[in-house]
């Protein structure tokens, strides 16, 4: 039977069925928890029966928790914490404070640890042996070890991938070497497993804390494209840290906060080592050792994203969804306004982009869930991917990057996928957790900063 309610975050009526305690509203794309008394709650069997095991309902629960926890994994790296947390609860039946802990160790890419009833102990296959007729000859034993067999293949198969976005493989792929200075140089077990198929990590530095060359929450990054520094903005503490190729730790600066968050929207670095971050719609200027250089303020546009081209001319979305060309002077060159809302129909809040080497402009667009490419003088070329957890497709876009080859790479929560310049899938290369920035550099090596406080460089293969 279905049921109506309204969308808490935009107030759209919302039609229901079934049992599933998360989904998202068609109007605002909001992930909206199903007040308890509309769903129907799954029955797992506890019995203990004689070499039985309930398929359709023990393992089909099992799996359903375990996409129900990928679920509270995605919200919390989407920032909705406490949807996040009513969510975990729920599921888990925790206290706030522990659900609270987990929670931020999701977002960060760390491993949780369940307790009690929940996942495998929640409803465990049963498997015991039947006493009667002689249940010891081959033909029983076989039977026995075949269904044992399937089940723990299918397990296998389910679960490594689950524990591995929970941060499983985070603590396996830590091993690794360090060069001096202690950066961390690691064993590229993604690789080996199939998920980098497409890249070789080179470095990985960072971790969680507020000293040197450490992060609270880094998401923007740039990357002088000639002399490889790195640089990093925290989302939430203004800090600006710098970083040499090798990513030992060179300074540090502060801006001061404006108002309530978002921080910091996104940051590049010009072939002439000019910084350039959008802060609270305006554009800042530092050099490379954090000067400020000044600020520019283009009235009533509001500056959320920028690239760079290699004649040193910005280009950024500001308004959601507008695409400005501005000088180095900080002069408006031209503009596109409501450039993804006129090509779809639907309105675009949160606009991203890229600029390849022919200044073709790549605009992602968050709630569109596509890329729209436009030319260097700002007419509508192309479009490609849409709403979905195939590839190619879209679910939680995070950040946009051209490389040196005309390839676009998107970070989404399946990780970066990997486009040709006309839009055609390539492949995914699939991080630990959560990509926030992407920034390439003139050997076409690939920056990412992540949820689990670091910076990770790749080489990317041609």
């Not at 199903?34 to 799954?42: D, F, G, K």
């Not at 923007?220 to 190729?245: M, W």
């Not at 993804?340 to 790549?362: H, I, K, W």
Request: aromatic share 10%.
């Amino acid at each position: 039977m279905a049921h109506t309610f309204n969308c808490p975050n935009c107030g759209a009526p919302l039609d229901y069925g079934g049992d599933d305690p998360l989904i998202r509203c068609p109007y605002c794309h909001s992930s909206v928890i199903v007040p308890e008394n509309l769903r129907a709650r799954p029955q797992f069997s506890s019995k203990q029966d004689d070499f039985t095991m309930n398929l359709p309902s023990d393992l089909s629960g099992l799996l359903k928790q375990a996409q129900q926890i990928y679920q509270v994994k995605r919200l919390a790296e989407q920032g909705e914490t406490e949807s996040a947390i009513a969510l975990y609860r729920e599921i888990t039946g925790a206290e706030e404070f522990a659900a609270r802990q987990a929670v931020n160790k999701l977002a960060a890419g760390q491993p949780v640890v369940f307790q009690d009833a929940f996942l495998l102990d929640s409803a465990p296959p049963t498997v015991a042996s039947v006493p009667s007729r002689q249940t010891t000859s081959k033909t029983g034993r076989w039977i026995g070890c075949f269904f044992v067999s399937l089940v723990v293949f299918i397990l296998a198969s389910v679960l490594v991938p689950i524990a591995t976005s929970f941060g499983l493989m985070t603590i396996l792929g830590g091993a690794g070497l360090e060069r001096p200075g202690g950066v961390e140089v690691p064993f590229d077990l993604g690789y080996l497993l199939g998920g980098w198929g497409f890249a070789t990590r080179e470095l990985s530095f960072g971790g969680e804390g507020t000293g040197p060359g450490l992060f609270e929450d880094v998401r923007a990054i740039g990357v002088h494209p000639v002399n490889g520094n790195i640089y990093a903005a925290g989302f939430s503490d203004g800090r600006i840290q710098a970083f040499d190729a090798q990513g030992k730790f060179i300074t540090q600066w502060m801006i001061p906060r404006e108002q309530t968050d978002p921080y910091f929207d996104d940051m590049v670095v010009g072939r002439d080592g000019t910084i350039y971050l959008a802060v609270y719609g305006k554009l800042h200027r530092f050099d490379s050792k954090g000067q400020p250089l000044g600020t520019f303020e283009l009235g009533r546009d509001y500056v959320e994203n920028l690239d760079i081209t290699a004649d040193g001319t910005l280009v950024v979305i500001a308004n959601g969804e507008d695409i400005l060309w501005i000088s180095r002077n900080g002069e408006i060159l031209k503009r596109v306004d409501d450039a993804v809302s006129s090509v779809s129909g639907d309105s675009e809040l949160s606009g991203m982009l890229a600029v390849d080497g022919l200044g073709n402009v790549f605009v992602l667009g968050a709630f569109n869930r596509a890329v729209f490419v436009f030319d260097a003088n700002g007419k509508f070329l192309n479009r490609f991917g849409k709403d979905g957890d195939e590839p190619g497709q879209f679910r939680a876009p995070l950040a946009i990057e051209v490389d040196n080859k005309g390839r676009v790479f998107v970070s989404d929560i399946k990780g970066i996928q990997v486009f040709s310049n006309d839009g055609r899938y390539l492949d995914v290369l699939k991080l630990f957790s959560a990509g926030y920035g992407l920034a390439f550099d003139d050997q076409n090596n690939l920056y990412v900063t992540t949820g689990e406080q670091k910076i990770h460089k790749f080489s990317i293969k041609d």
